[in-house]
């Protein structure tokens, strides 16, 4: 069975958000000893995030940004601020696979056929992370309180991250409602 590229890359984004989404209450909340488990997950889609923004990068301003980003900040982290190259790689890692969702945001709204088959999709999955949210943040503030422990399926400590995201999808998701 050969998969379109297409499909593949959607295929493995949405799989990404959704692990990397739901794994901080999967390990904080529900199986605890997975929480050793979090830094090479979070790396592992890290990694698979930059191998799908560089497989799609086939526009120059996306490269001249993405070494622009690089160079830029290797700068400022190495010689403005005396700090060591490991460093900067340890603080990019942060960053980097971010930096990548511009290349493949650019991929899929790039073509007006594949806007037309990925971002219903997109729209859907968004709506479905919302609904998740409700019970995340029911349970964690049953079982800590109101404080920053209710970062939703993000998992704990992330309170101020998901109370954004549900205000950013919901504001987007109205708008094309």
């Excluded at 000893?33 to 990694?47: E, G, N, R, T, W």
């Excluded at 995030?49 to 700068?75: C, E, H, K, P, Q």
Aim: charged share 15%; proline share 3%.
């Amino acid at each position: 069975m050969i998969i379109e590229k297409e499909t593949f890359y959607r295929r493995a984004l949405l799989t990404a958000f959704w692990i990397r989404g739901c794994w901080g209450f999967f390990a904080w909340e529900l199986v605890p000893f997975m929480l050793k488990l979090y830094p090479v997950v979070s790396l592992f889609f890290d990694a698979l995030l930059v191998f799908i923004g560089i497989s799609v990068m086939n526009r120059w301003r996306d490269r001249i940004f993405a070494i622009a980003f690089v160079a830029i900040t290797g700068y400022t982290t190495c010689v403005s601020n005396h700090l060591s190259v490991p460093f900067f790689v340890n603080g990019l890692r942060d960053f980097i696979s971010y930096l990548f969702l511009i290349p493949i945001f650019n991929y899929f709204l790039g073509d007006e056929e594949r806007k037309k088959r990925t971002v219903p999709i997109f729209d859907r999955h968004l709506f479905v992370f919302l609904i998740v949210q409700a019970p995340c943040l029911i349970y964690q503030f049953l079982v800590h309180g109101a404080c920053d422990w209710g970062g939703g399926s993000l998992g704990n400590t992330n309170s101020g991250i998901i109370t954004t995201l549900i205000y950013a999808i919901s504001f987007y998701l109205t708008r094309i409602m």
